[in-house]
């Protein structure tokens, strides 16, 4: 079983229309929760930062973790079509030594159609 | 303020070659991280320095790769002899060293191997 699932999609959605993006994981060392946007052929962008269980807004977007669902998701409002990409979503454990390893999730595809 | 990167940005060799990567931290940052993401799977995790000492690699696949970040600056990963599995994207990232765990990616090098 691996440590963090996320469906792959493809998810296809209209513009401005709300998204929700989310994945859930076995291991319950993870404390840090990570969003990342990856363009096709190009590295993945870190969108939010998560520590523990809460929500946190910015802009357009807004990431929830419940630690004890084990489960994070990820909303974009007003999607756009530039907005379209991979999302992966990412966790960390006790930081050691000012930083650790990164647990990815598959990614889920995204399409923002006009 | 550069990004991380990353050279070649592609490669192609044959079974039994040896291939060299490198990347190049943003300047500063102590924390350098490798990954790989092979197709259809994740991103995983590799091996992560802090300044020019391995604090983990405990994702390195087996002997045939070698990491090392001569300095602390930029580091080179090297598949000595490469298989065909060996085949996917490899990410660098890299963080700063005061607990956070923000990871800026590169935009990965493709190898392939025939």
């Known amino acids: 079983q691996k440590e963090v699932e996320q469906d792959p999609g493809p998810l296809s959605v209209p513009e401005g229309a709300i998204v929700s993006l989310n994945c859930t994981y076995s291991?319950?060392?993870?404390?840090?929760f990570m969003w990342y946007r990856q363009y096709s052929r190009k590295g993945p962008e870190l969108l939010m930062y998560?520590?523990?269980?809460g929500n946190k807004e910015d802009g357009r977007f807004t990431a929830q973790v419940d630690k004890s669902s084990k489960y994070i998701s990820l909303f974009i409002r007003d999607s756009q079509p530039s907005d379209s990409a991979t999302y992966l979503c990412?966790?960390?454990?006790?930081?050691?030594?000012?930083?650790?390893?990164?647990?990815f999730g598959t990614g889920t595809q995204l399409k923002v159609e006009l | 303020e550069a990004g991380v990167t990353q050279f070649p940005s592609h490669s192609v060799i044959e079974k039994g070659q040896t291939v060299t990567l490198r990347c190049d931290p943003i300047?500063?940052?102590?924390?350098l991280y490798w990954y790989r993401r092979v197709m259809g799977k994740e991103i995983k995790f590799l091996l992560h320095?802090?300044?020019?000492?391995?604090?983990?690699e405990s994702g390195m696949p087996n002997n045939r790769f070698l990491a090392e970040r001569t300095g602390g600056t930029y580091s080179t990963l090297k598949v000595q002899p490469a298989e065909l599995e060996d085949s996917g994207v490899y990410f660098c990232?890299?963080?700063?060293?005061?607990?956070?765990?923000?990871?800026?990616f590169g935009p990965g090098t493709r190898l392939t191997v025939l």
């Open positions: 291991n319950s060392a993870f404390q840090y």
């Open positions: 998560t520590y523990s269980s």
């Open positions: 990232a890299s963080s700063q060293d005061w607990g956070s765990d923000t990871q800026y």
């Open positions: 320095f802090v300044k020019e000492s391995k604090q983990d």
């Open positions: 300047s500063g940052h102590d924390n």
């Open positions: 990412a966790m960390s454990g006790v930081l050691t030594g000012g930083g650790n390893k990164l647990t």
